[in-house]
């Protein structure tokens, strides 16, 4: 998760990494994946291979802030910080945001929407939500309302593990007929926003 914050006089960000979830399966309409494998020319390109489908087990949360050229106050020292899942990421996030009440702009990226989720609870339990954007990995169904109604989440990249099939089966059956097949297959991975996401998925019950 990646946090960066903007106020009168400082700068602060916060950074985690782990691996994403491969995320359940969804119904949903989207064009189907071309069997040609993909390039590293565009966009986030995940291999389907068994480390691509493994859930995160922990997710690790690095701070730091720095002040601004003219900023009167020290920099905070930077800190490390392990984040269990969503609610973790509620809680930290909230124990932040009470740290930062000059912050105008706070922007968040998760490494999954659980925990961008958690902080979004945090944000609307701090009563902050016109501060705090947001964007996730992942677009898997618990987000999809969120994506397509909150003006706050810019978006999250897709990378639809529910539809790796249509990707393998065709080139399960030519490896069956004793064709050779790509040692690695690429699916496609889109960015999507509250302008994009129901060319990908049914987002018609969703309301604000």
């Not at 389907?48 to 002040?67: I, K, L, M, N, R």
Request: charged share 15%; net charge neutral; proline share 7%.
């Amino acid at each position: 998760m990646t946090l960066h914050t903007t106020g009168p006089a400082t700068t602060a960000s916060v950074a985690a990494t782990a691996t994403p979830p491969a995320g359940a399966a969804t119904n949903g309409t989207a064009p189907a994946p071309t069997r040609t494998p993909a390039t590293h020319t565009a966009g986030i390109q995940t291999p389907v291979t068994e480390a691509a489908t493994q859930a995160a087990t922990t997710e690790t949360t690095e701070t730091s802030t720095e002040s601004s050229a003219n900023a009167a106050t020290p920099a905070v020292p930077e800190q490390v910080v392990n984040v269990a899942g969503q609610q973790g990421a509620f809680s930290r996030v909230g124990a932040l945001l009470s740290g930062l009440p000059k912050a105008r702009r706070v922007l968040i990226a998760g490494v999954n929407d659980g925990l961008v989720l958690g902080a979004l609870g945090a944000a609307r339990t701090a009563g902050r939500t016109d501060q705090v954007f947001l964007a996730g990995l992942g677009a898997d169904q618990r987000s999809r309302c969120e994506i397509a109604t909150d003006p706050q989440w810019i978006g999250d990249g897709a990378f639809f593990p529910d539809r790796y099939g249509q990707l393998v089966l065709p080139y399960l059956i030519d490896a069956m007929n004793g064709a050779r097949i790509p040692r690695e297959l690429y699916p496609r991975s889109v960015f999507l926003s509250a302008g994009t996401i129901a060319g990908h998925y049914d987002v018609s019950e969703c309301t604000r």
